[in-house]
C-alpha cells in the first residue's frame, strides 16, 4: 500500500485533493508562517528566559559586578578573565566541583538501579494494593522540598533524631549524619535519591506499559525464564528510557542543589557544597555577580558538554 | 500545614527569581543612581513615608508610629521583610535604584549597603535633631565608629549583645557557686561539666558563629582590623583567641555535631552554658517557661577584657528618597527615649538610647541590666565591605580546624589568605 503513493503522485491518483493545490503558492507561503508561528511562544520565552541570560552572565562574568556596580553602574569594571583565574585558583570551587562530581557518581547509577528495580516490581501487579504502593513511591517526588528537608533534618538530628534513638537501641554508637563531612555527603546525597526516584518509577513504568505483551509470551513459550526475559528483553526494550533517565538525573546531579541548600547550607565545613550552592552563595550572599556569573557559565559548559558526550554515546549505540 | 508549605516555597522560588532578575537587569540597565534628591525646604513634608523594617515587626511598627502621624501628620506604609529575604530585598531595591525611605539595616549589612552607596548621607541634617547627637548613644554606633570618613549614613535604632547564659542550678550541683568570669575559669568550669557523663557537654560554641571568634580576640585586647582599615588576622591577639576557641574542642567541653540546637541543648542540660543574645532568653522562657530562676545570665567572660559583641540595628535614609526632612523626624521620633522603651515592652528589642537603657536597666530586671552593662562594653563588627564573607570563611577554618583535625597552621594561614584577597575583591 505504500508503493502506490509513492508511485503515483497523489493529485494525479485522487483528483480531490488537487482543490487545495489550486491554491498551491499561497498555501506554500502560509505554511512557510505557520510552522514558525507555532514555534515563536516557545522560541520566544526559550530566547527571554535561557538564552538571553546566559548572554548576560557571559558578558558579567568579564566584569567586576557587585552591590557597588548595581548602585552605580560607574563602578563597573571590564576586568577580563580575572574572574575565571580567580575560579581557578579557588579551592573552594574545585572543592565544589568535586563534592558534586562525587554526588553524580553515586547518585545516578543508584537513582537509576533503585528507580528501575522499583518499577519492574510494581509492574508484576495491577491489584489495588500495587496501584497504592505506585501512589506512595510518587510521594516524595510531589513533596515540597522545604517540607522534605525538615523531616529528614529531624531524622538525622544529632540530639534528638530517630534514627540515632533507633541505632541506640539496637546498641549501635551515634552516627554524625549531617556532623561528619564524609558522612553528611551521603545522608543529604540519600534524601536527594528518594526524592528523585517517585519521578523515574513512573517514566519507567509508563515505558513497560509499552512493551507488548506478545515479545515476554513468545519468549516465555521458547522456554525463557523470568530473569532471562527481564534481561534480555524488558531491559533492553526499556533503553530509551533508561537513557532519558540517565540524561535528566545527570544534569539534575550537576545543578543539586536544593537539599544542602535547606538541609545543610552546604557544611559541616563546605563537604556538601554543591557547585550550584557555591555559585549562588558568592552571587547572591556575598553579591559577587561578576565572580558567580563566571562559576555558573564554567557550569553551563561542564553541563553542555557532559550532554553532548551521552548524546554522542547513544547515537553510536543507535548505529 | 501543608499551605503554608507551599507558600513559604513559593515565596523561596520568588526570592531567587527577583534576584537573578536584578542580576539580570543590573546588566543591561544603567540604574537611575541618584534623581531628585532635593528637600523644598517649604512646606511641611508630609511623605507618605515608606519604611521597610526587619522580622515580623509590621503591625507593631504601625502602632508604635501612630502617635507620630498624628503630631506630624506624616503617614507611614510599612513593609515588614522577613530576615531571611533581607540581603536579597536590599540588592534588589539598590539594583533597581528604587527603594524605601526610611529603612532598618542589620549592623552586619551595614557596611556592604553604606559602601554601595545605598544611603543618603545625613551629616548636614543631623544638627537640627539634638536628639539624634552621638552622645544620646553607645560609643559603638557613634557614626565615626561606623567607618564612613566623615559621613552619617545611618543612626542608632535597635540593639542586641552576647552575654554568657548559664544553668545556675547545674553550675552549683557542679560545684560553682557563681558563673565563671575569666577565660580561665570558663575553661575549668566548661571542663568540670563536661565531666559530668556521656553525652553532656560545659559550653556550646555554634560552629556558625561567626563573630565569637572576633569577640575572642576583642577580649585578649586585640583587633582583626590593621591601623591602614584593612582585615588583619594574623596577630598574637587572634592567636590567643584561636586557642581559647579550640581548647574547648580540644578537652571535648564543646559538642562538635554541626546540627546541635542551642536552645534544647540548654534547656536539657546537655550544653549548660552558651554566649548567645536576649533572644534566646525568649527562646528559652518559650520552650521551657517551668525552667525560670534554674538559669541567668552573666557578662562575658574577660580576657584582657569583656569586650562582646554590638549587635542590633541602624536605621538609614535610602539614597533617592525625597522625604529626607519627614524621614529624619521619624528617626528621631523613634530614637526618644519614651518610643524606645516602649519598643521594647512590645518587641522585646533594646534601646539603643542611653537614657532609655538606662530607664529599663532599674526596673529591677537582673538580665536586663546585664544586657545594659554589656553595651557599653560591645563593638560592632568590622566596617569592611566584604566582612560577612571573611567572617564566614573564618568560622569554616575554624571549625575545620576544631572539629574535623584539620592542621591549625595550615588551615589558618590559607585563611589569612583568602582574608586578604575578599578584601581585595571588595
New interface residues.
Partial sequence: MTSTSTVAPPGAAFPRVRRPRRSGPANRRHGSVVPYAFVAPAFLLLLAFGVLPILVAAVVSTTNMNISGLADSSNIRFIGAANYTRLVHDPEFWHALSNTGLFAVVGVPSILAASLAVALLLHRSDSRFARALRAFYFMPAITAIVAVALVWGYLYNSQFGLFNYLLSVVGISPVPWLSSPTVAKFSVALVAIWRATGLNIIIFLAALQGIPKEYLEAAAIDGANERQRTLRITIPLLRFAIFFVTITTVINWLQFFDEPYVLTQGGPVGATTSISLYIFQQGFRYNQFGFASAGSLVLFVIIAVVTLVQLRLRRRDVD | M?RV??R??AA?AAT?LV??L???S??????P?TQGATTGATGADTGPLKVWVMGDVGPAFQKATADFTTQTGIGIQVDAIPWENV??KL?TA??SGQGPDVVQVGLSLLP??A????LKDLSSVIGNYPGLAPANFPDAVDPKNLGSDGKVLSLPWISDTRVLFYRSDILTAAGFSTPPTTWDQMEQVAKALKARGDGQYGYYIP??DNTLPVQYAWQAGGDVVGADGKVNFDTPEFAAAVDHYLSFFADGSA???????QT??FV?G?TPMVVSGPYLAKAISQAAPELAGKWSVALSPKDKNGTSLFAGSNLGVW?TSTHVDAAMQLIDYLDKPATQTAWYKAQGELPTNLKALDELSKTGDAALAVYAKQLTEARTVPMVP?W??IANEMA?AL??IG??G?DRGTTLK?FYAKAAQISS??
Fill in positions: 501543608k508549605l507551599v513559604s516555597v523561596v531567587v534576584g537573578v536584578a542580576a539580570c543590573s546588566g543591561s540597565s544603567t540604574a543612581a540581603n536579597d540588592t539598590v539594583a556592604t549597603f559602601a554601595a552607596g545605598a560552629l556558625w559538642p562538635t555535631a554541626s546540627d546541635w540546637d534544647q541543648g536539657s546537655a539614597k566584604g560577612d564573607l569554616t571549625t575545620a572539629t574535623t584539620a590559607a575583591n571588595y
